[in-house]
Nanobody, 115 residues
Framework: VQLQESGPGLVKPSQTLSLTCTVS??????????WHWIRQPPGKGLELMGA???????YYRPYLKSRTSIYRDTSKKQFTLQVSSVTPEDTDVYYC????????WGQGTQVAVSS
């Protein structure tokens, strides 16, 4: 499976960040993969933000749950991350990741939150 992130590289504070991951080579509607969003702040480790399963069930990291949403469009083979009310602390590299028999990563996309 291959994944590719897309979305804006710059978002203003208080706005909503929206990133889309396009999937190729794998099914989003069978129990082969879970679909994740992971981010990495500058100089820090990886952080799982949330995930969506093949049935559309979702998981969010508890402290992000109030402002994070993950949804999918299986007809386009895409899943989307939205983060509302962003602050400069949301400036990170964002990765979409599939987990099946192993981990498959997108190349990552840098997002800066700045006015």
């Amino acid at each position: 499976v291959q994944l590719q992130e897309s979305g804006p590289g710059l978002v203003k504070p208080s706005q909503t960040l929206s990133l889309t991951c396009t999937v190729s080579g794998g099914s989003m509607t069978t129990n082969d993969y879970g679909w994740h969003w992971i981010r990495q702040p500058p100089g820090k480790g990886l952080e799982l933000m949330g995930a969506i399963g093949y049935c559309g069930d979702t998981y969010y990291r508890p402290y992000l749950k109030s402002r994070t949403s993950i949804y999918r469009d299986t007809s386009k083979k895409q899943f989307t991350l939205q983060v509302s009310s962003v602050t400069p602390e949301d400036t990170d590299v964002y990765y979409c990741v599939a987990y099946g028999s192993g981990w498959s990563w997108g190349q990552g996309t840098q997002v800066a939150v700045s006015s």
